[in-house]
């Protein structure tokens, strides 16, 4: 049969295959698009949107509980998870359904299957048509990741979920043990933890939320605990029995192992990359633990085959990926794009309350030889954030005490995740102290925190 060609060829239809696909049309490109399961991918399938769709029930069904506070009556408050799951899975496929607009809009062809490459510029579908061949000098490798399964901790759909599991339960946990408390875990954690189920959490870092500043994750911890969570830090789950009413997990704490008990169990220990079945090693194709090791500009080795998103490493954000495919569909319509920072790259977790962070925390920005001005704002000062009845919270900025550079910006409170891009936007345009002490926030608002937190780095701040 013959190959049908094409001037870019994505393998992978999520945030940053469907992105690149477009942009590449937009700059005139004849573009394919592979996908073996679903367009939009994780994000929108089975991660960002529908878990976010999740936790918008939770916060509502933890408001009503809060109504005598704002001087409404709200009686026999409950909820149906089935119908919680049902519109979770509504929003997700609305969404899909948008990106097949998307493709025929932009008219990128779209082939369902599972694709290998099959040599230079040429690759192999195989879907409900059976194989088809296509071709072209530039293909773009955007498959992403999936959950990591430890040995011993594999989840079997009944007492042991990953996050899949996790978005559509077949029953309300009692009691639940998430392993792992990066934003996936925490996020689960705090879903359930609101609807009713005593929630442990197991980290084996030092701490919650890892790669947060220290300072932001202990402020979370402590409202996590005040919610009712157990928090196990320096833990390690060594193995899970499993029966027919639970599971028995063996947990190391400071060299002992003491057994708990639970009914379900999540498993949020990182993501493994998408790379088997492409045919990479036989490409040349360069993998290290997982992901495709690429140049700045998201090149791997292999002249023509660029690799975004997940499978080309961390940061595993969406919002990265989509960058990273607009950069790539440029870079081969001939443009110039700049490199991304990964250092400019927000990271939002949608627990209760949110955490948001931009740069380098504090004891990175410390490692790296910088001398510093922090600064920090609490909820508790912001007229806002105490009229919305959400008076728990910080903003925390850290500059360079020489240039006046903003480092990095670190928050956790009520609607950080759409804050934080404020910050992002200054990092953009290397901003200073300077500027963002000139700029007239909006008042009230809750981003009045943003100035004071820089005010306070400097000595200045007005209202602590």
Known sequence: MAAQNFDMIVVGAGPGGYVAAIRGAQLGLNVAIVEREHLGGICLNWGCIPTKALLRSAEVFHLMHRAKEFGLKADNIGYDLDAVVARSRGVAKQLSGGIGHLMKKNKVTVFMGAAKLTGKGSLSVTGAKGE??????????????????????????????????????????????????????????????????????????????PVEDAEIAAFAKKS??????????????????????????????????????????????????????????????????????????????????????????????????????????????????????????????????????????????????????????????????????????????IFDAKTGELLGAHMVGAEVTEMIQGYVVGRSLETTEAELMETVFPHPTLSEMMHESVLDAYGRALHI
């Open 132 to 209: 088809e061949t296509l071709s072209a000098p530039h293909i773009v490798l955007a498959t992403g990741a999936r959950a990591r399964e430890l040995p011993g901790l594999e989840a079997d759909g009944d007492r042991v979920w990953t996050y899949k599991h996790a978005l559509q339960p077949g029953r309300m946990p009692k009691d639940l043990l998430v392993i792992g408390s990066g934003a996936i875990g925490i996020e689960f954690a705090s879903f359930y933890n609101t609807l009713g189920a005593k929630t442990t959490v197991v980290e084996v870092m030092d701490r919650i939320l």
């Open 224 to 397: 996590f605990v005040k919610q009712g969570m157990t928090i196990l830090e320096k833990a390690t789950v060594k193995k899970l029995d499993r029966d027919a009413s639970g599971v028995t997990a063996h947990i190391e704490m400071n060299g002992k192992v003491e057994t708990r008990r639970f009914d379900t169990v999540i498993s949020a220990v990182g993501i493994v990359g998408n790379v088997e079945g492409l045919g990479l090693e036989e490409q040349g194709v360069e993998v290290d633990r997982t992901h495709v090791v690429t140049d700045e500009f998201c090149r791997t080795k292999v002249p023509g085959l660029y690799a975004i998103g997940d499978i080309a490493g961390a940061p595993w954000l969406a919002h990265k990926a989509s960058h990273e495919g607009v950069m790539v569909a440029e870079l081969i319509a001939g443009q110039k794009p700049h490199p991304i920072k990964p250092n400019s790259i927000a990271g939002c977790t949608y627990c209760h309350p949110q955490v948001a962070s931009v740069g380098l925390t504090e004891e990175k920005a410390k490692a790296a030889g910088y001398e510093l001005k922090v600064g920090r704002f609490p909820f508790i000062g912001n007229g806002k954030a105490i009229a919305l009845g959400e008076a728990e919270g910080m903003v925390k900025t």
